[in-house]
T-cell receptor, first 113, second 109 residues
Framework: DAGVIQSPRHEVTEMGQEVTLRCKPI?????LFWYRQTMMRGLELLIY????????DSGMPEDRFSAKMPNASFSTLKIQPSEPRDSAVYFC???????????FGEGSRLTVL | RKEVEQDPGPFNVPEGATVAFNCTYS??????FFWYRQDCRKEPKLLMS???SGNEDGRFTAQLNRASQYISLLIRDSKLSDSATYLC??????????FGAGTRLTVKP
């Protein structure tokens, strides 16, 4: 199995630019989670989907952040416009319906200058 | 109050030591509990699930105390390779999965 695939692995961009992060969950997993990790705040849950439907987006910092899951095999997290304080590692994880275990991608490290 | 709280450490212990971590959670309706391990600059990976009756996997023991709303992880005979950050995970509301801040462990020779 390929596992959860995220892209890009690294992105450096300038303040004000649009950033799109991508995630392909494990086939057969019905839930998908987006997290942001920083030294100061740890792993924060941004949003999660069940069967492609957003269930809880209360963790999304502000309107600059948006997430979509158009089908069971693809999700995006978009930041527009990006700001330096958005610099973090963004993780996508899909969840096994049998065990509840989260499987993480390798993360997308974002630096906003 | 944060939904899931952990002592961030760091814990610095010698090889062979026994070390224990606790994690408290705020939602008494939480049903699922896990411990994850995260190595530096890597993604978190499941260490073990936590069951109501407690469970053991080799040198690792996890326990759940619903009355006091905490979970614990005990590592016996610690190895150098146990050095990592240990994260507790609790489902808070519905199916969401919320992480504690993590406890950093360093095992020294």
């Amino acid at each position: 199995d390929a596992g959860v695939i995220q892209s890009p692995r690294h992105e450096v961009t300038e303040m004000g630019q649009e950033v799109t992060l991508r995630c392909k969950p494990i086939s057969g997993h019905n839930s998908l989670f987006w997290y942001r990790q920083t030294m100061m705040r740890g792993l924060e849950l941004l949003i999660y989907f069940n069967n492609n439907v957003p269930i809880d987006d209360s963790g999304m910092p502000e309107d600059r952040f948006s997430a979509k899951m158009p089908n069971a095999s693809f999700s995006t997290l978009k930041i527009q416009p990006s700001e330096p304080r958005d610099s973090a590692v963004y993780f996508c994880a899909s969840q096994s319906g049998n065990t509840g275990e989260l499987f993480f991608g390798e993360g997308s490290r974002l630096t906003v200058l | 109050r944060k939904e899931v709280e952990q002592d961030p450490g760091p814990f610095n212990v010698p090889e062979g030591a026994t070390v224990a971590f606790n994690c408290t959670y705020s939602n008494s309706a939480s049903q699922s509990f896990f411990w994850y391990r995260q190595d530096c600059r890597k993604e978190p990976k499941l260490l073990m699930s936590v069951y109501s009756s407690g469970n053991e996997d080799g040198r690792f023991t996890a326990q759940l105390n619903r009355a006091s709303q905490y979970i614990s992880l005990l590592i016996r005979d610690s190895k150098l390779s146990d050095s990592a950050t240990y994260l507790c995970v609790v489902n808070s509301v519905g199916d969401d999965m919320r992480f504690g801040a993590g406890t950093r462990l360093t095992v020294k020779p």
